[in-house]
């Protein structure tokens, strides 16, 4: 192993030891890579430690938080991975309305401490996503059409930089660095070790569940679309068509309101079709936390997706069904997540998330279990991506997808160059850096 002055400190998980081969697994269990060591970090000093003895080691580095990014860029072959996922507290300041979270929380924990005092952030879906990557790459949930993405409520971050000194950024000092990290996507800059955010009172919401057969698809996409995006922007709602093979497309969604008031705002998806199941109910926003959980548990997939602007049209309806009639595997779906409402109020240069005038995101879903089922899943996902690509504008930087030739375009719009820019003043000999990760200018 390597010669360094600096000792690495914090848990150190070495090829030889018996936790390295869990250690070295991310949630997309597709990729199966071998860092020469995987540190978890216990304090900041073990996340300066590990830069420095990276740097002086000429050893290539990755962050890692919650271990979701769908191309496995939190590991790497031959390198060190530097794990925040043991710090994870969580210190509130209610009557201030902020919260300090260090880095490595994941979003299940933190929901239900900060539920426990009557408030919360306007996180994802998924109990096991990390605080850093869902922050940095902007953070979209079931609360974010009222309370704005993720990365909109935060305040502070304090980092180690590329050369192992610890930066504060907030609105003040080194402001162009929160820019970035408000959807600049994580691994760039450097390796966040908390985050302060605004948090909100939440008590009970209303949810509601729809079910149609498969043949009222077409239908239902048409009117959800000319809906969701526009309507009450206290109600975030998810379109989900599953395969012909599976028969079924369903609506979900949270409101912060009265379920008369919500029963009122979905009139136009339940005069649609012939919903086979039409549920409305008032829950406590800890159990309607546990209800949106999306996560199967480590799995192999590959998902992409795109935001669309514009109501799609029929055509690019058709090919969705289309894509969905000749799916390989049954359990494969496309789901549609809507916008605007607060995300559009800022502009797409008011931080470095790009996309705040789509109305929603969809996203193409394909996972499997037996290798041999893996070729016709992912040429399935990005023939369906190439189709629609003349219906819809970029993506989101947080469903990264290394088959995008053009992501800075996709991920960024104008404002890479903007990102490019503050690379270069943050971390100029691009240390920080993986196979979609921003160029110093
Ligand atoms: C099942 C599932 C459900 C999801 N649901 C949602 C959702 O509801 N809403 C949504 O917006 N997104 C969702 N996502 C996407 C998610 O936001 C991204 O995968 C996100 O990057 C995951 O962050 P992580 O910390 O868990 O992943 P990691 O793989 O640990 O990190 C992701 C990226 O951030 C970098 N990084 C990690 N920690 C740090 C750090 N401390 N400092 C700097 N960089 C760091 C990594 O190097 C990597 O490039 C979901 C993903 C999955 C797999």
């Not at 922050?135 to 935060?154: E, P, V």
């Not at 008032?282 to 992409?304: R, S």
């Not at 390989?328 to 916008?339: E, G, H, W, Y």
Request: proline letters at 5%.
């Amino acid at each position: 192993m390597a010669n360094s002055n600096i000792k690495l400190t914090g848990r150190i998980v070495f090829p030889d030891d018996p936790n390295y081969e869990n250690a070295r697994l991310d949630y997309n269990t597709r990729f199966s890579k071998y860092p020469c060591v995987i540190v978890f970090c216990q304090r900041v000093q073990d996340v300066i430690n590990a830069v420095k003895w990276a740097r002086e080691n000429h050893i290539p580095i990755r962050a890692r938080c919650g271990g979701h990014s769908y191309e496995a860029f939190s590991l790497l072959n031959n390198g060190i991975v530097i794990d925040v996922s043991e710090m994870d507290k969580i210190y509130l300041k209610k009557r201030k309305g902020i919260a300090t979270i260090q880095a490595g929380a994941t979003l299940l924990p933190l929901y239900e401490a900060l539920w426990s005092e009557g408030v919360t952030i306007p996180g994802g879906t998924c109990p096991t996503v990390g605080i850093s990557g869902l922050t940095l790459g902007g953070g979209f949930g079931m609360l974010t059409r009222k309370m704005g993405l993720l990365c909109d409520n935060l305040i502070t971050i304090e980092m180690v930089n590329a050369k192992g000194e610890i930066v504060y950024a907030d609105e003040c000092v080194n402001s162009d660095l929160l820019w970035a990290s408000r959807g600049g996507g994580g691994g760039n800059f450097g390796i966040v070790t908390s985050f302060v955010f605004k948090v909100h009172p939440i008590s009970n919401v209303a949810v509601y569940d729809i079910t149609w057969d498969w043949s009222d698809a077409e239908e239902v996409i048409k009117a959800w679309q000319d809906w969701a995006p526009f309507v009450d922007e206290r109600l975030t709602s998810i379109l989900e068509l599953y395969t012909k093979n599976d028969g079924r497309v369903s609506s979900t969604g949270e409101f912060l309101g009265h379920e008369d008031e919500l029963k009122h705002l979905l009139k136009p998806l339940t005069a649609t079709g012939k919903p086979k199941q039409i549920k409305v109910q008032t829950i406590p926003y800890i159990e309607a936390v546990l209800k949106f959980d999306d996560g199967p548990g480590p799995h192999k997939f590959k998902n992409t997706g795109a935001f669309v602007y514009h109501s799609l049209p029929d055509e690019a309806i058709s090919t969705l069904l289309y894509y969905m009639e000749i799916s390989p595997n049954k359990d494969n779906s496309i789901q549609f997540q809507s916008l605007r409402g607060a995300v559009s109020k800022i502009p797409p240069d008011g931080t470095a998330y790009f996309h705040r005038e789509a109305d929603y995101i969809m996203q193409y879903i394909t996972r499997w279990k037996g290798d041999y089922e893996e070729c016709p899943n992912i040429y399935w996902v990005e023939k369906l991506r190439e189709s629609m690509l003349r219906y819809v504008d970029g993506t989101y930087v947080n469903w990264p997808d290394t088959f995008i030739k053009d992501w800075p375009c996709a991920y960024y719009g104008t404002n890479y160059r903007k990102l490019m820019r503050i690379k270069r003043k943050y971390d100029p000999e691009n240390i920080f850096r993986f196979e979609q990760s921003i160029r110093p200018e």
